[in-house]
């Protein structure tokens, strides 16, 4: 029965399929049920059509299945892109990816790490097999080299070379470091 009907079935599923890796599929299928099922399968035309009766039902499963996987694999891309491209911070976004791109990978890496996946330098001290102490110091300098446009604050006062700030005039001294009795300014 195979080798009288293989060709006939085949061309059958071609015809209905969208592939013909998906086509060779429901054939398969098919004679697994007709072997299964041997006892049931008529003898001659009868047997032919029986088949032709299996491998349209199995052509049904297969069109429901094709659908159930276009629907699930919309319903992740549309979730996927509500998870992590949030429409109302597009232009942030934006920004974030242009500076994300001017850091070398490895820093790249590592703010993404902190930034995305929420890992703290112990987290990414393990994924990366140093110290905590070397995450840390890396998350540091990542995170100094990049431009970091979602946390730079409007207006920075200039920081002296000694780490302090430089807000006060070039005359005036600290409060703690004037003379008893000195007024300050």
């Keep these: 029965m195979y080798r009288r009907t293989y060709e006939q079935i085949?061309?059958?599923?071609?015809?209905?399929?969208?592939?013909p890796e998906d086509a060779t599929?429901?054939?398969?299928?098919?004679?697994?049920?007709?072997?299964?099922?041997?006892?049931?399968?008529?003898?001659?035309?009868?047997?032919?059509?029986?088949?032709?009766?299996?491998?349209?039902?199995?052509?049904?499963?297969?069109?429901?299945s094709e659908r159930r996987?276009?629907?699930?694999?919309?319903?992740?891309?549309?979730?996927?892109?509500?998870?992590?491209?949030?429409?109302?911070?597009?232009?942030?976004?934006?920004?974030v990816d242009e500076a994300m791109d001017m850091l070398a990978d490895s820093d790249r890496e590592l703010l993404a790490l902190t930034l995305w996946k929420g890992l703290d330098p112990g987290e990414i001290a393990t994924m990366l097999d140093c110290s905590r102490n070397a995450a840390r110091i890396r998350l540091h300098r990542a995170a100094n080299a990049s431009p970091r446009p979602w946390s730079r604050p409007?207006?920075?006062?200039?920081?002296?070379?000694h780490g302090r700030s430089s807000r006060r005039s070039q005359g005036e001294q600290r409060p703690d470091l004037q003379e008893p009795g000195a007024s300050a300014g």
């Design 25 to 64: 599929d429901v054939v398969a299928e098919t004679y697994v049920i007709a072997w299964r099922r041997i006892t049931e399968l008529p003898d001659g035309e009868a047997g032919k059509l029986w088949l032709y009766g299996v491998a349209r039902r199995v052509l049904a499963n297969h069109r429901r």
């Design 154 to 161: 409007a207006h920075r006062p200039p920081v002296s070379h």
């Design 69 to 95: 996987r276009l629907t699930r694999h919309t319903e992740l891309i549309d979730e996927i892109e509500h998870l992590y491209i949030a429409p109302s911070h597009h232009s942030e976004q934006h920004g």
């Design 10 to 19: 085949l061309g059958h599923a071609v015809r209905r399929c969208s592939s």
